[in-house]
């Protein structure tokens, strides 16, 4: 059964089926950022299970913290970035989990993995039972 989401706007819709690859907070500067949040909140899928289903993405690039490229894939008329993509995570499309149109997903999604913990804000405690990496898993 396929996941869809959306921007905010709804002009660029995405899906993905299957289970995803991994499900992590990211609380890097580049996450923070991008998210307008103090975490980044990702759902890591295989690119063969992503889906473009309307619309296209701006992007926009940079050397992230850990010092690969990273691209951001935004709707151009509302703002929101949908997913990323890199050779962080080769072969896979970070969806941002808040473009999931299920309110519900989050809760039913607990997060495996915590990255760059050395830079969670401090009013937010450690997932139990999630891995926490100072960086990016190698």
């Known amino acids: 059964m396929a996941q869809e989401g959306g921007c905010f706007c709804d002009k660029i819709r995405i899906s993905y089926t299957g289970e995803p690859g991994t499900h992590v907070l990211c609380h890097c500067l580049d996450c ?3 998210s307008g949040s103090s975490y980044g909140n990702n759902i890591v ?6 889906k473009l289903l309307q619309g296209k993405p701006k992007t926009i690039s940079k050397t992230a ?16 970035t949908l997913m990323r993509t890199g050779p962080s995570f080769p072969g896979s499309v970070i969806i941002k ?24 804000v401090k009013l937010h405690d450690a997932i139990p039972g999630a ?3 100072r960086g990016m898993p190698s």
């Open 45 to 50: 899928v295989p690119e063969n299970n992503f």
């Open 131 to 133: 891995a926490q990496m």
């Open 32 to 34: 923070r950022k991008i």
């Open 65 to 80: 913290d850990g010092g690969n490229e990273i691209t951001s894939h935004f709707c151009g008329d509302c703002g929101t």
């Open 97 to 120: 989990v808040g473009v999931m149109d299920d309110p519900d997903w989050p809760n039913k999604n607990t997060p495996k993995g915590e990255l760059y913990v050395g830079s969670r």
